[in-house]
């Protein structure tokens, strides 16, 4: 799906930028954030056949706004990624980063697009508004993670956008509020 979105705006005229920030802004709506998210970095490597150059781009983590003492941000917590940690009440604090995936997509842009900005993110929000069929791998993800996105009202209101209390194989995910975020970084 990611791909063919890509391929569309290729074909509408789209830079090679402008097709990979489709295609990485549907597969992140498509995939329903399970193994990819918008929360995230973006590294970029750029040939420009006209100029024969060749550039790159970071566009990596960030501390808040006015962080000023880097040293006092507490040891992160890498029990997650093994899925072996006990679910915590609250918020976690200081031990979030800022993602640079949406700054990267804007400079990418910037620098390399050609079509309209938001035209990039037509396709995601069009999966986000009219929902994505959840295949036996995400619901199987859903499953691991039940327990972890459970534990909020947040997170409980997420699981629960295929209309049950845990999306399954074949059930449509619509993701609303995410069409609403993807709207307002579009314009």
Wanted: hydrophobic share 40%; proline share 4%.
């Amino acid at each position: 799906i990611a791909v063919h979105a890509g391929v569309e705006a290729l074909r509408q005229g789209g830079t090679a930028a402008d097709a990979a920030a489709t295609v990485a802004l549907t597969q992140v709506t498509t995939a329903l954030g399970s193994y990819v998210s918008y929360a995230g970095i973006m590294e970029l490597v750029y040939y420009d056949a006209k100029s024969g150059k060749v550039t790159t781009m970071n566009a990596g983590w960030n501390s808040y706004l006015g962080e000023t003492d880097p040293k006092s941000i507490p040891v992160t917590d890498l029990g997650a990624l093994n899925f072996g940690r006990t679910p915590t009440e609250g918020a976690e604090g200081r031990k979030t980063l800022v993602p640079g995936f949406m700054a990267g997509i804007d400079q990418m842009h910037k620098r390399y697009g050609r079509l309209k900005f938001s035209e990039l993110f037509a396709p995601a929000i069009w999966y986000a508004e009219n929902g994505v069929t959840i295949s036996p791998t995400l619901a199987a993800f859903f499953k691991m993670q039940e327990k972890y996105l459970g534990r909020t009202a947040e997170g409980k209101a997420f699981l629960h956008q295929a209309g049950s209390d845990l999306p399954k194989a074949g059930e449509r995910f619509v993701q609303a509020d995410l069409a609403k975020t993807l709207r307002a970084v579009a314009a």
